[in-house]
C-alpha cells in the first residue's frame, strides 16, 4: 500500500488527511503549527518534525500549503522535501500556485531527481471529508497513473491536462468564477437590501432562474444572516486574484473584472474580513455600503 504524506494540515489538508484515513489509507502528516495535526494523529496519522521526515517515510507526499512561497519553504527550505529524497519519491502539489512558479518548482525538483505532480482541487474540506473534490493534474503522466488510486480517493473526478503548470492554469480560471460569483451574489443581495427588499425573496427568485448555481442555492442562505465560519477563507481568495491577475499580466492579457475584483477583495482584507469565509464579502459590503436588514 502507498505510504502517504501530507505537508499542511489546514482546513484543506485535514479534511483530505481524514479521508484519506478512513479510507485506509497509511498517513504521515506534517503541519508548521503542531497543534492541527492532532485530529489526524488520534485518527491514526503518523506525525513528523519536519517535511524532511515526512519525504523520507512516504512514497507520495501532498503539499496542501498557502502559496507558492510556502511550497518552496516546505520543498527545498531547512529540512525540507528535498533533505529527505529517496528514489520512489513523488511530490504532488494541491496548493493553488502561479502556474509559472509551479513550472519553476517542477523544474527545481526535477533538478533533485525527484518528480513533482501539480494537482490543485475545487471544492473544500466539507466535500473533501468524503472524496468529492474535483482534481486537475499535470506533470508526469505515469507518476501521476502510478498514484491514481490515491489521487482517486481524494477525489471523484480527476482530470490529467498535461505538462505542469497546465492544472493551475484551469484552477486560476476556476477561481476566478469563485470570486466573481461571491461578488455578483453579494451585490444582488446589497442592491436587494439597498431596496428594502428581504433578500430571501432576491434568492427566491434567482433560484428559479436558469441563473442559480449551488452557492446561490446552498451557501446564500447563510450569506444573508453573515454566517461566515470558514472553509476557505477571504484571504485565501484574495491571494488567488492576486494570482490570477499575475498570471494574466505574464499571458499578456488584462482581465477587467478580475482586477476589479481584486480591489474589493483587498478592501475587505484591509477592513479585517480576511480570516472569515470568503462568502462573507457580503458582510464587507453590507458594512461598507451601511446598507439595512
Ligand atoms: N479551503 C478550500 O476550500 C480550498 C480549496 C481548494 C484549494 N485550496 C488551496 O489549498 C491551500 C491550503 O488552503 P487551506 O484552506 O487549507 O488554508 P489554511 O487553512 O489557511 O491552511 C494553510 C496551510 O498552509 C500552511 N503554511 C502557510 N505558510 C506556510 C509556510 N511558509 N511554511 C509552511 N506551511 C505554511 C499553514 O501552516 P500553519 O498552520 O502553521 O499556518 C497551513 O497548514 C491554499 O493554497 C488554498 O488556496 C483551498
Known amino acids: 500500500m502507498t505510504e502517504v504524506g501530507i505537508i499542511g494540515t489546514g482546513m484543506l489538508g485535514k479534511a483530505v488527511g ?34 524532511k521526515e515526512i519525504a523520507k517515510n512516504s512514497e507520495l507526499v501532498l503539499t496542501v500549503v498557502k502559496d507558492a512561497d510556502a511550497v518552496r519553504e516546505v520543498s527545498f527550505g531547512q529540512n525540507g522535501i528535498v533533505a529527505g529524497k529517496h ?3 513523488v511530490v504532488a502539489d494541491m496548493s493553488t500556485i502561479n502556474p509559472n512558479d ?3 518548482i ?35 503522466e505515469e507518476a501521476f497513473e ?22 493551475h492554469s484551469v484552477k486560476l480560471a476556476m477561481n476566478l468564477q469563485i470570486g466573481m460569483l461571491a461578488l455578483a451574489l453579494s451585490e444582488g443581495i446589497t442592491l436587494t437590501r439597498g431596496a428594502k ?21 446552498n451557501k446564500a442562505y447563510q450569506m444573508i444572516k453573515d454566517k461566515v465560519e470558514p472553509t476557505f ?9 492576486d494570482t490570477i491577475n499575475d498570471a494574466a499580466k505574464s499571458y499578456g492579457l488584462k482581465l477587467p473584472m ?9 478592501k475587505a482584507v484591509e477592513d479585517g474580513f480576511g480570516d472569515i469565509d470568503y462568502t462573507g464579502i457580503l458582510s464587507y459590503l453590507k458594512e461598507s455600503t451601511k446598507v439595512e436588514n
Open 106 to 140: 517542477a523544474k527545481k525538483f526535477h533538478d533533485e531527481g525527484i518528480i513533482m505532480l501539480d494537482t490543485p482541487v475545487m471544492g473544500g474540506p466539507n466535500v473533501a471529508i468524503n472524496g468529492q473534490l474535483v482534481m486537475m493534474a499535470s506533470g508526469n
Open 258 to 266: 478580475a482586477s476589479q475584483a481584486l480591489e474589493v477583495y483587498n
Open 233 to 241: 477563507t477571504l484571504r485565501n481568495l484574495k491571494k488567488d486574484l
Open 146 to 167: 502510478k498514484h491514481k488510486k490515491v489521487f482517486q480517493t481524494i477525489a471523484h473526478k480527476t482530470f490529467f491536462l498535461g505538462e505542469n503548470g497546465t492544472a
Open 87 to 89: 528514489n520512489d519519491l
Open 102 to 104: 509551479s513550472k519553476n
Open 18 to 51: 481524514l479521508h484519506l484515513l478512513e479510507s485506509g489509507i497509511k498517513l504521515n502528516v506534517y503541519n508548521r503549527t503542531k497543534e492541527k495535526t492532532k485530529e489526524l494523529v488520534e485518527k491514526g496519522a503518523k506525525s513528523f518534525d519536519s517535511p
Open 197 to 217: 427588499v428581504n433578500p430571501e425573496i432576491f434568492l427566491k427568485i434567482l433560484n428559479s432562474t436558469y441563473f442559480k448555481t449551488g452557492m446561490s442555492e
